[in-house]
């Protein structure tokens, strides 16, 4: 597995530290942990603990490169995993970008000849999401006759559930399950089929990703809840499923990873490997650590090491079945499962932020006592090493309103970047921000526990997302928000305009959606207000292409519902509602011609290609009966509910780039792992008393349903321990976690902004309990009078 | 205080030689549509073509490695490989739509697997080899979207070695194409969903652009380690093995009705008696076809599950020789280093192209006119944006009318 040596450790690291263009400009001299994750020998295992913007991915990328080019690593067997694709393409193409540049150094000194630099081929490298690696691994190593897996649209798994899980056995309506589910959803409230359906799969999901002995969990819990056995088999009914139809989920795809690795059939994959690198390792499961030590196992027999890398502060996952446990605890669990010893190294340089910036997040971080306790243990503070820039403290801003915090959050983002600068006030002093040259309103974010634009609930209350859309677009150069996810997807103008044609052209005035019987409310006003825009957008008579005069789009709309045909010949059998789908954007040129507008249309079309392998109709709209009823029943169930509800939802991936001259809002979730120059959190802007609906976004009471599972499955798991943290304690900690992650993105400037007053320069953001603004779980308020930051 | 400004992040963008830069050439605006944006052609036709075809070809040789199992292959062992192969299309959401699609995949794979099999399963050393490679980007191309100075370019092959060829069969015509030259070489095996372009066809560069592609290959398998020079491609498009009416028409034009002939491998004697009589008989070949598709829709609804084989293809009234259809579905390009590199600053400007309308598009905040639409008939027809796609010879460009 070892090549030949190419350079010395020695001629590696001046390469690497030597200026551009002649080399990296990494200068490893600053930071002896950098310096001892990257030199560390090809042996020895590592759990580099790395803060926020602490060169996590240089360090990996150099790492790697090292393997390569010092200790002579073949690249095929090197595997190195990310937790997003987006992730994935970064660190592939630094080691592709860097690795080429040191190789064009190398042969520039005459370090090395052109035929050694030939045989090491960098694209061999296997990079990826776990995902994507076991579907190509699983593809690549397959026998002859093997099926290569493909995981299922998320909403396709959710149909299947609901079918084969839920409505077979009419398990949906056994009391036993019912009663159940309200335990575990700590509420009768809306516990219809769809809510029965997600807790169903969610329990699908975490028997995988937990390693649960399923059978012990029911023949246990059943005896107290029966309704667990009902649950069981509902999983059961849809695994079944699954395997007829020789498909299965994403939870699936990696249990057969395990599986197929157990049994050896992936040997010829396993044999080459060397060095498993592992990124985000705080938001892994035990499946996924189980495929690690797997693969690991393979590696130290070679003479390799496993490499993880992550931060347990910055856990946010749990919701999806990440165990920052399996981080804070790795040194012991891989030692019991590979035999590894690692070495932990500590980043704690942050290169990212101003001083004031690091110090606010390390003091957030400190702030909670009884937080201290799940961190890793021994963690260094970060230190802030980012040489020459301006220090600004960090800003405050609470208003008494949203409307008034969105004008004067409007007023400030205008004047850093349409005007000369911004002015802050602090007692006597006066700073002015201005943007950099070259700068643009895409330097600054606003991050939200959710960016959507109205609050959940009856009363749709307008957010903060919405309140600064408004007021960015009546300033006088108006700014544009960049917020794909703001508005609910069913609702967005060209979705609802797009599906109501599709509703009104296939079913007229609804007459088939009037003939299904079990069918939820919401759903069904969905359709009426698609319908409604549908029928707008006629009246307003939108122009097709410009070259032709003639053919309306209710004239279409028109022969369509008649089934009368525009041209001569007889209407087709059957119509595919691609076709159609297609043939009705020719009237919207905002979506034909915009990136934004393709966003909104590709879910639509990825649920029809889904849908058609739901039934032999395959999204075909027939002409005569009994086929012509059907097919519609067909496309409401399988494509027009799956969207309404919510199930269909937009590719971010497919995002090339936030605009430059746009604002972008996004959720601290989709933030991770992203720096903004003027980073806006906010921390309250949600909450105007102490109300017990909102406590688990800011004050937990108690845990989530993520928290009930892990202390409903985690007995039973095969490799984990029962919680010994309350779900309460468990709640705060994510809390912690999340605005950990928030505040540590600015690069300059930290700006908070919520509902509050300003009396006296005193901060009083109303009194309301709240992890965002510094309250700890014991009820006190360190920030009381002194929150430490210019409130402006 | 003076912002930082924001980078663009350092992405090296990736380039499939077939998904991305084929599909370019084809058309811009339609790439920019069905590949960057991941929109579904509503006909996908040649998408299922190509797929299934690849896939029962890969599919076949690993059985007849795995499970020594000797060919020809009987229908229903063909139609085995086809069930699996459909099966994992049918998982992707790829489907055949049309029965007649369905009849002409398995009738090609059936004739690939067991023409070409015996000749070409002996002699591949390597299945499915993933090529990987990084490129400078053209110097011009602005950097507004990410920061990176290269592009990554992909493809499979299978690959052939000389001494694998060394050990082939007497009588084996197609190592005979591909034997001679240096002591190690290699050869790159592809497969194309398609007919034989023609060579002098302006409305469609194919038949350069595949050499383009190959060339790119060669570079690409050179990076590998362990692989040895390039010596040639073998390119074979199978539509010829059993070809459909719009194939004939095509080979019609080309041979008859094109001065000079526009295609290397032309018929003579019986065969080009038999094409020149295609015209007068395509109307009873349409009628056999079309009783054919009845067969095979019955064929998939029905009698398949009681255990019955795909109905075959019915003959033409006036074929074309199986040695000659033979001759048209293989292709060999010489490659040498010279050839490889006069063609590899093709594809660099064609990345070239691609990354400064992603800038255009970034820039303006319009797509339409950022991409080069490139309306060829035989694109056009099935294109799903067709009626508005502003190319100026796009003749479908209307407001489109109830079916």
Redesign the interface.
């Known amino acids: 597995m070892i090549q030949n040596r190419v350079v010395s450790w020695i001629d590696f690291r001046h390469l690497v530290t030597s200026p551009a263009p002649g080399g990296l400009g990494k200068p490893l001299d600053d930071d002896p942990d950098q310096e001892g994750a990257v030199a560390a020998p090809v042996n020895q295992s590592l759990q580099l603990i790395a803060g926020p913007g602490t060169g996590k991915t240089t360090s990996l990328t150099l790492r790697v490169l090292k393997l390569v080019f010092v200790d002579g690593v073949a690249p095929i067997s090197i595997v190195a995993t990310t937790f997003t694709k987006k992730a994935a393409g970064e660190l592939r193409s630094r080691i592709l970008g860097w690795g080429d540049q040191l190789r064009n150094a190398m042969l520039r000194d005459g370090l090395l000849d052109e035929e050694v630099i030939r045989r090491i081929d960098l694209n061999q490298i296997t990079t990826g999401t776990l995902d994507s690696i076991a579907e190509q691994v699983m593809n690549d190593f397959r026998a002859p006759g093997v099926d290569s897996l493909v995981p299922l649209e998320d909403f396709i798994a959710t149909s299947y559930m609901r079918r084969d899980g839920l409505f077979a056995a009419q398990r949906y309506q056994n009391p036993d399950l019912r009663a159940y589910a309200t335990f575990i959803d700590g509420t009768s409230f809306g516990l219809n089929t769809k809510k029965l359906t997600d807790i169903a799969r969610e329990y699908r999901d975490r028997f995988l990703h937990d390693q649960i002995d399923v059978t012990r969990f029911r023949n246990t819990r059943s005896v107290q809840y029966p309704g667990a056995a009902v649950l069981v088999d509902a999983v059961g009914g849809y695994e079944i499923g699954l395997m007829q139809r020789l498909v299965t989920d994403f939870a699936g795809i990696e249990a057969e990873l395990l599986a197929r690795l157990e049994r050896g059939v992936l040997s010829a994959f396993t044999r080459q490997l060397q060095v498993v690198l592992i990124d985000e390792y705080q938001d892994t499961n035990v499946l996924q650590e189980q495929i690690y030590f797997s693969i690991a196992r393979a590696a130290l027999s070679n003479g390799g090491s496993i490499v993880v890398v992550g931060d347990d502060d910055q856990s946010l996952y749990r919701f999806r079945g990440a165990t920052v446990e399996l981080f804070t605890d790795f040194a012991r669990r891989v030692h019991d499962g590979t035999g590894a010893s690692p070495r932990v190294i500590y980043l704690h340089r942050n290169y990212r932020s101003s001083t004031a910036i690091v110090a606010w997040s390390q003091r957030y971080a400190t702030l909670d006592p009884d937080y201290q306790a799940v961190r890793a243990p021994g963690k260094p503070a970060l230190l802030a090493a980012r040489a020459g820039a301006d220090e600004i403290p960090v800003l405050g801003m609470f208003r008494a309103s949203v409307a008034d915090l969105a004008q004067d959050l409007a007023a400030l983002i205008d004047g850093v970047f349409n005007g000369t600068g911004f002015q802050v006030h602090h007692q006597d002093e006066t700073l002015t921000i201005t943007k950099g040259a070259g700068g643009a309103v895409g330097d600054c974010a606003l991050l939200c526990s959710s960016p959507a634009d109205y609050a959940g609930g009856q009363n749709r209350r307008a957010r903060l997302p919405l309140a600064l859309r408004q007021a960015l677009a009546d300033l006088r150069n108006p700014i544009q928000v960049f917020n794909p996810r703001g508005e609910t997807y069913s609702e967005v103008t060209p979705v609802a305009r797009l599906c109501g044609l599709l509703l009104e052209c296939s079913d007229p005035q609804g007459r088939v959606e009037q003939t299904i019987v079990a069918m939820p409310q919401t759903v069904r006003n969905v359709f009426r207000a698609w319908r409604q825009a549908a029928n707008v957008f006629i009246r307003s008579d939108p122009r097709g292409p410009e070259s032709t005069r003639n053919g309306t789009l209710a004239s279409f709309v028109d022969h369509w519902q008649r089934r009368t045909p525009q041209g001569r010949g007889r209407w087709p059998t059957r119509f595919p509602l691609m076709e159609l789908i297609y043939e009705l954007l020719t009237w919207m040129p905002g979506v034909q011609d915009d990136a934004e507008g393709l966003l909104y249309l590709e879910p639509i079309t990825r649920t029809v290609t889904a849908a058609q392998n739901l039934d032999r109709l395959e999204c075909n709209i027939f002409r005569d009966q009994p086929w012509a009823d059907r097919s519609v029943i067909s496309l409401i169930r399988n494509v027009f509910e799956p969207i309404a509800s919510g199930d269909t939802q937009i590719e971010e991936e497919l995002i090339e780039m936030v605009p430059r001259d746009r604002l972008g809002v996004l959720s601290i979730h989709q933030a991770k792992g992203l720096e903004f120059p003027l980073t806006i959190v906010d921390v309250g802007s949600d909450f105007r008393s102490n109300h017990a609906a909102q406590r688990m976004k800011r004050f937990p009471a108690g845990g989530s349903r993520s928290h009930v599972l892990e202390d409903e499955l985690w007995p039973f798991s095969r490799t984990l321990q029962p919680p010994t943290r309350s779900q309460r304690d468990r709640a705060f900690d994510d809390l912690i976690r999340q605005y950990f992650v928030a505040f540590s993105r600015p690069q300059d400037v930290l700006l908070l902004v919520g509902l509050g007053h300003l009396e006296d320069g005193d901060f009083q953001p109303n009194e309301i309990e709240n992890v965002a603004t510094g309250w700890t779980r014991d009820r006190t308020w360190p920030w009381r009078g002194n929150p430490d930051m210019w409130l402006i | 205080?003076?912002?930082?400004?924001?980078r663009?992040?350092?992405?090296?963008p990736?380039y499939s030689l077939t998904g991305d830069l084929l599909s370019h050439l084809s058309c811009g605006l339609q790439y920019r549509?069905q590949n960057?944006?991941?929109?579904?052609p509503?006909?996908p036709v040649q998408l299922w073509f190509g797929q299934f075809i690849h896939g029962t070809m890969e599919?076949a040789f690993?059985?007849w490695?795995?499970?020594q199992q000797p060919l020809p292959w009987s229908d229903g062992e063909i139609q085995s490989v086809a069930d699996?192969v459909l099966?994992?299309l049918?998982?992707?959401?790829i489907?055949f739509?049309r029965f007649i699609v369905l009849g002409i995949g398995i009738e090609r794979a059936a004739q690939a697997i067991n023409r070409f099999g015996p000749i070409l399963f002996p002699l591949i050393t390597e299945c499915?080899v993933?090529l990987?490679?990084?490129r400078q980007l053209p110097p011009d191309v602005p950097r507004l979207?990410?920061e990176?100075?290269?592009y990554?370019v992909t493809g499979v092959v299978d690959v052939i070695t000389s001494a694998q060829l060394a050990e082939a069969r007497d009588g084996n015509t197609l190592a005979a194409q591909l034997q001679g030259g240096a002591d190690r070489f290699e050869v790159i095996v592809d497969y194309k969903g398609m007919r034989r372009p023609g060579q002098d066809d302006p409305a469609n560069q194919a038949w350069y652009h595949h050499a383009w592609q190959v060339m790119t290959y060669a570079w690409l398998r050179?990076?590998?380690?362990g692989s040895q020079p390039v010596q040639s491609a073998l390119l074979l498009y199978l539509n010829e093995l059993a070809p459909g009416t719009e194939d004939m028409d095509k080979l019609y034009e080309d041979v008859i009705e094109t001065s000079p002939i526009s295609t290397d491998v032309s018929p003579t004697g019986a065969n080009l008696e038999n094409l020149t009589r295609w015209r007068a008989n395509k109307r009873e070949w349409s009628a056999r076809i079309d009783t054919w598709e009845d067969q095979i829709a019955n064929w998939w609804r029905t009698e398949r599950r009681d255990g019955a084989t795909f109905p075959r293809m019915p003959q033409m009234p006036t074929p074309l020789s199986p040695d000659f259809l033979m001759k048209r579905a293989v292709r060999v390009i010489p490659i040498d280093l010279e050839s490889i590199q006069a063609n590899l600053g093709h594809f660099d400007e064609e990345v070239g192209t691609i990354e400064r309308s992603?800038a255009l598009?970034?820039q303006t905040?319009?797509?339409?006119n950022s991409w080069r639409a490139t309306p060829r008939e035989e694109n056009c027809t099935i294109c799903?944006?067709r009626?508005?796609c502003?190319a100026v010879g796009n003749n479908y460009?209307?407001?489109?009318?109830?079916?």
């Not at chain 2, 205080?1 to 924001?6: H, M």
């Not at chain 2, 960057?36 to 579904?40: D, E, F, Y």
Request: hydrophobic share 30%; net charge positive.
């Open positions: 205080v003076t912002l930082s400004v924001r663009n992040p350092y992405v090296v990736s549509y960057r944006g991941a929109l579904p509503s006909k599919e690993r059985r490695r795995d499970n699996t099966r994992r049918t998982a992707r959401g489907q739509q499915e993933k990987k490679g990084i979207v990410r990176s100075d290269y990554e050179a990076q590998q380690t992603v598009e970034v905040g319009r797509l339409i799903d944006f009626h508005f502003p460009r209307a407001v489109p009318t109830a079916p």
